[in-house]
């Protein structure tokens, strides 16, 4: 009984992990009237999540988040908090949060452990 509920969890998490994945990563909410933007803290979490997994896909979709957020870093270095993925508008102001660096980081040493692919370029 116990493992059918895992299990079902299980089939349940991965299903709405795809619903999060789009080209340029993931999207912080499944829900259409959620969160429709690729968030540095929220695309990272899902991809140490998603990870465990095996799915390319996932692998996929947190290396797009991380080219996405990449795609969009100021001149100076910071990371947007956010980017919509369908609208390209960023964001890097929400009540001084300041982790979206931090999360880019441990993002790409993430990826690099997982793939030993370290070319990612900058759109700068």
């Known amino acids: 009984m116990a493992a059918d509920l895992i299990a079902q969890g ?9 619903q999060c ?11 259409r009237d959620g969160y429709p933007q690729v968030w540095a803290r929220d695309s990272i979490i899902t991809f140490l999540g998603a990870l465990t997994t095996g799915d390319r896909e996932f692998t996929r979709a947190g290396r797009a988040s991380l080219e996405t957020l990449g795609a969009h870093q100021s001149p100076r270095g910071l990371i947007p908090l956010n ?12 009540a001084g949060a300041l982790d979206s660096n931090l999360w880019f980081i441990l993002g790409h ?8 692919d370290a070319a990612f370029t900058r759109a700068h």
């Not at 980017?83 to 929400?94: A, C, I, K, Q």
């Open 10 to 18: 299980v089939k349940r998490a991965r299903a709405i992990l795809t």
């Open 21 to 31: 994945v789009t080209p340029r990563g993931f999207r912080a909410s499944a829900r």
């Open 83 to 94: 980017v919509n993925p369908d609208t390209g508008r960023t964001s890097s102001e929400n």
């Open 109 to 116: 040493y993430l990826h690099y452990l997982l793939t030993r």
